[in-house]
């Protein structure tokens, strides 16, 4: 690892830290993506590279009309990729490729409090500066030291390397797909509150719309609807429950709730007082710039909900490794059940989303994309004749003729059908495509926002869509690892420098975002490396194949079921040479499960898609360890439980679901799916 300096102006902050990274000047013109200038600066003559120095040094821009201030951009850079440099001379290289920033090997060095001051300050302005809370700590103040180095005077001798713009690219589109599909899976929210969501938006259209009429009254048609609406607040009000668990009738049970509340004046919750709200509603106001009554209270519910929803919320786990990217390319998405629509949703993103034709305001290529998307599907078929038969081709045209003018017809759901209209036609802004989305009775946004991620590019997000999971403190530190190994292909190496360590001891009290350094080795992204190197040489090697092998299989199972083993063994002892959490040398170790769900406690515990299932009891450990346990003839409890029963997992299974009267009942979809795909 050897420290190197690039020095520009602070003119170029937000540019930066919109894309996470610096590339030759010439780069930003052609490349089509994030900001497209790069100033220059004297100690940054060319073109078509950058220049590193070895030393802190001390340089100068000259006054301009502009807040254009000294930033010079320490970075760590590891020993395999300084070999790729060009050595200019003595204490300086050049770099004619972009140069990948992380918040573990960067810092952002200004002379002056004055100079970072104001740069902050202007970068909030930039709706694309979005990665500010992960840099915080790395952006410091020094004294301008005293090294100067002699100006470069030769011109320039290197060419464009257009192939690295083309790497650039993809890198943007991917990053904003794997960013995208994290953030949708945060959003998602249980059908439930989408629900009820759902249910205030058009209580608020009614109001806006009696709001807005000259006599200020409700018609026929919208009370009927207000009455259906504010029914369902009703049925959820805990007075309505006790009545409804006496008496079964819902028209008696209405009956008894008026007549309760009228002889005792009870109100529940306003929510089920319509009338009171339709009175503040169509009365006059005292003052004309006082907003109504009514209209802050459905305002102030939608909040509460939004909020409410959103304290449910909680980052996916990347151990379900539910999207993976390899040499730049969406290899494995898990979302998609269908066979046929996986390979359709990974030809569009490697094939049409990922695109440098698609960048930006989708409206201005939504017809044409729809078209190429419907041409996608039909080349991932195949067969003509199954094609014209199908519900695919079906639905694609009725798309098209849809973002042409034509009414769609469509039974919304989570799929990947109802997520890909959805961006096509209401994509321009994440908000407006997430409440798109929720008009819909959507409620799992992880494909929408993937495709909506993928055509827009990383550096093209805004900070209030990034800023959803980069603003949860340590929560991002796994996925932001994960996205950097998936996108560059190898680990961030953690050890800091003697500078970030002192500064991490002076800032212990404020620890950083992004400041988890108890991890020393990335085991899956070593995994993942190990894949990548098989996939590379067993040409033909069927893909689904090697899927399922990568999930399951051990090491010893994976390279027995490759065409030829003998090329493999060299890797096999690279494999085995990697630094590890295990010794064993299944692919997952311990986190891998058996055939049986007796034998799997330790798998179990350690399961974030079982743990996030059973946490809300917290004595889930000790009642499976009990369960399981209780099985085994030799405990004392066997034979009053578990004697004679079957043990196979179907069995099983059943048993557990229905233990402590049904608490575990969540599970049974989890368990089936682990284990009697693998046999009894």
């Known amino acids: 690892m050897k420290k190197l300096f690039l020095p520009t102006t602070?003119?170029?902050?937000?540019?930066?830290l919109s894309s996470e990274s610096i590339s030759p000047k010439a780069f930003y013109i052609k490349r089509k993506f994030g900001y497209p200038r790069w100033f220059s600066i004297q100690e940054e003559p060319f073109d078509n590279s950058l220049l590193l120095y070895e030393s802190l040094y001390d340089f100068e821009i000259p006054k301009s009309d502009f807040e254009n201030h000294p930033l010079l951009i320490e970075i760590n850079i590891e020993d395999a990729d300084i070999e790729k440099l060009l050595k200019k001379t003595d204490g300086i290289f050049e770099c004619t490729h972009t140069i990948y920033l992380n918040p573990w090997h960067t810092r952002f060095i200004f002379f002056s409090e004055q100079d970072k001051k104001i740069t902050?300050?202007?970068s909030e302005t930039s709706l694309e500066t979005k990665l500010l809370s992960l840099y915080k700590k790395d952006i410091v103040v020094l004294e301008p030291p005293e090294k100067k180095y002699a100006l470069i005077q030769s011109s320039e001798t290197e060419s464009l390397r257009l192939n690295e713009i083309e790497k650039d690219q993809r890198i943007n589109k991917m990053k904003g797909l794997f960013y995208g599909y994290y953030i949708g899976a945060f959003l998602?929210?249980?059908?439930?509150s989408v629900q009820i969501l759902n249910v205030y938006y058009e209580i608020q259209n009614i109001f806006a719309a009696i709001n807005s009429s000259l006599n200020k009254k409700a018609t026929p048609n919208q009370n009927r609807r207000l009455d259906e609406l504010f029914l369902i607040f009703i049925k959820k009000s805990s007075l309505y429950q006790k009545i409804s668990a006496i008496e079964k009738n819902e028209e008696k049970t209405l009956q008894i709730l008026n007549l309760?509340?009228?002889e005792f004046s009870i109100k529940n919750n306003i929510e089920d007082d319509k009338e009171y709200l339709l009175y503040n509603l169509t009365s006059n106001q005292l003052q004309s710039n006082t907003k109504n009554k009514s209209i802050e209270w459905i305002e102030k519910k939608i909040k509460q909900?939004?909020?409410?929803?959103y304290k449910d919320m909680h980052i996916l786990s990347v151990d379900r490794e539910e999207i993976v990217i390899v040499d730049n390319k969406l290899s494995v998405v898990t979302q998609i059940e269908d066979i046929l629509d996986k390979k359709i949703f990974i030809a569009w993103v490697n094939d049409i989303f990922s695109s440098i034709e698609y960048n930006g305001k989708v409206?201005?290529?939504?017809?044409?994309?729809s078209d190429d998307i419907t041409n996608k599907a039909k080349d991932v078929f195949g067969d003509e004749e199954k094609w014209k038969n199908s519900s695919q081709r079906s639905f694609l045209n009725s798309l098209r003729r849809h973002i042409r003018?034509?009414?769609?017809?469509?039974?919304w759901d989570n799929g990947l059908y109802s997520s890909v209209s959805a961006v096509i036609s209401n994509g321009n802004d994440w908000q407006k495509l997430l409440k798109f989305m929720q008009n819909c009775g959507m409620n799992d946004y992880r494909l929408a926002f993937a495709i909506y991620g993928c055509l827009n590019g990383f550096a093209n997000l805004t900070r209030d869509f990034t800023d959803i999971i980069f603003n949860h403190n340590n929560d991002i530190v796994s996925i932001y690892k994960e996205a950097y190994g998936q996108l560059l292909g190898k680990n961030i190496n953690e050890i800091e420098s003697p500078v970030k360590v002192a500064a991490s001891k002076q800032n212990a009290k404020t620890p950083s975002i992004i400041n988890d350094r108890s991890v020393k080795d990335d085991w899956k992204t070593n995994v993942r490396l190990f894949s990548k190197k098989i996939s590379t040489k067993a040409k033909g090697f069927n893909a689904k194949i090697?899927?399922?092998l990568y999930i399951n299989s051990t090491l010893e199972g994976f390279l027995s079921n490759l065409p030829n083993r003998q090329p493999y063994k060299k890797i096999k002892i690279e494999f085995e040479q990697m630094p590890s959490k295990t010794i064993k040398l299944d692919l997952f170790g311990d986190k891998n499960p058996s055939k049986v769900f007796l034998n799997d406690y330790n798998y179990l515990v350690s399961n974030q898609e079982f743990i996030n299932l059973v946490c809300h009891n917290k004595d889930w450990k000790k009642d499976l360890k009990w369960f399981i346990d209780v099985h085994n003839p030799n405990h004392v409890d066997y034979e009053k439980y578990y004697k004679d029963k079957p043990k196979d997992n179907e069995s099983v299974i059943k048993q557990f679901i229905f233990l402590k009267e049904g608490r575990y009942k969540n599970t049974e979809s989890f368990l089936c799916k682990t284990y009697l795909q693998n046999g009894k």
């Open 10 to 16: 602070s003119l170029n902050f937000s540019n930066i």
């Open 188 to 192: 998602s929210s249980p059908i439930e």
């Open 546 to 548: 090697e899927e399922e």
């Open 120 to 122: 902050l300050s202007m």
């Open 405 to 411: 003018g034509e009414k769609l017809n469509h039974t």
């Open 260 to 262: 309760i509340k009228q």
């Open 305 to 309: 909900q939004k909020r409410a929803m």
């Open 363 to 369: 409206s201005t290529f939504k017809e044409k994309l």
